[in-house]
């Protein structure tokens, strides 16, 4: 085989290999600091609160194109958010980039994720903000891992969550897992848009140490819950101090900022 050939086979050969390396090598080797103001107002205009990047800023092409910055602060965290709303402290924030948009020059996230995060949520509950499905979710993914989530004075650590909202009128999805007490649980919930009378559906399940509890009725625009609340399983003793065997529950839920009451309750052990 002639070398001019031998040589244009080789170039061919290699050609895809430098291009990989490029595009693996290529974004790990420039720095996006410079570029951390503008990534704060692209997170913040996605995610509907103000965002404040504090550390660095990396990109990566390869496996998929993903954006990566570190010290993530997201609404107000004096005294939680505005009006005590959402606040949000995160090791980092993943945004998964749409390749045919980055190959234009545009950054358009596919998917959201925020990395050991502290988020903080008001107690009571109410129907509006941060209770409503936020606008980012219209399209995309959202996710969290190895985070905290602080509903009033109540930890729950280890969460790992999905949120989904197909459109801007579907229902807000989030299904995961967290760890409370030494217990460990999954959830499902489903969070309806308010009506016109401001007040939310709300429907959640919890299920932990083989048994599954499940809430249904309306975030109240006030704050707070009404609904039922039903459920059952296995061992009772599993979950509070008393007697062992299974058990079924039902009655009549309302939680306010001070008092959380049930009424109509029944419940039956081992069947009596």
Request: hydrophobic share 45%; charged share 15%; proline share 11%.
């Given at each position: 085989m002639p070398w001019p050939r031998r040589i244009a086979l080789g170039l061919?050969?290699?050609?895809?290999?430098?291009?990989?390396?490029?595009?693996?090598?290529?974004p790990r080797l420039t720095d996006w600091n410079t570029h951390r103001d503008r990534l704060a107002i692209l997170a913040a205009g996605r995610l509907g609160q103000p965002v404040m990047l504090t550390g660095p800023v990396k990109l990566a092409l390869l496996p998929q194109p993903m954006l990566e910055a570190d010290g993530v602060i997201i609404g107000e965290?004096?005294?939680?958010?505005?009006?005590?709303?959402?606040?949000?402290?995160a090791r980092a924030l993943r945004l998964r980039l749409d390749l045919g948009a980055l190959l234009r020059l545009q950054l358009e996230p596919r998917e959201v994720v925020l990395v050991g995060a502290e988020i903080?949520?008001?107690?009571?509950?109410?129907?509006?903000?941060?209770?409503?499905?936020?606008?980012?979710?219209?399209g995309l993914r959202g996710r969290i891992e190895d985070s905290r989530i602080i509903i009033g004075n109540v930890p729950l650590?280890?969460?790992?969550?999905?949120?989904?909202?197909?459109?801007?009128?579907?229902?807000?999805?989030?299904?995961?897992?967290?760890?409370?007490?030494?217990l460990d649980a999954t959830f499902n919930t489903v969070l309806g848009r308010p009506g016109w009378d401001d007040a939310a559906p709300l429907d959640l399940t919890v299920a932990?140490?083989?048994?599954?509890?499940?809430?249904?009725g309306v975030l109240l625009p006030e704050g707070g819950f009404e609904g039922t609340i039903q459920g059952g399983g296995s061992d009772?003793?599993?979950?509070?101090?008393?007697?062992?065997?299974a058990f079924r529950l039902r009655g009549a839920l309302s939680a306010?900022?001070?008092?959380?009451?049930?009424?109509?309750?029944?419940?039956d052990l081992g069947g009596s």
């Open positions: 061919l050969v290699a050609l895809p290999v430098l291009l990989a390396a490029a595009l693996w090598f290529g965290l004096q005294g939680g958010g505005p009006e005590g709303g959402l606040s949000i402290q903080r949520l008001p107690w009571p509950p109410t129907s509006g903000q941060p209770f409503r499905p936020p606008p980012w979710l219209t650590e280890d969460v790992t969550a999905e949120l989904a909202a197909g459109s801007a009128t579907d229902a807000l999805r989030i299904d995961g897992r967290f760890r409370w007490r030494n932990a140490a083989k048994a599954s509890f499940s809430a249904s009772l003793a599993a979950l509070v101090p008393g007697p062992g065997g306010s900022a001070d008092l959380l009451t049930a009424s109509d309750l029944t419940l």
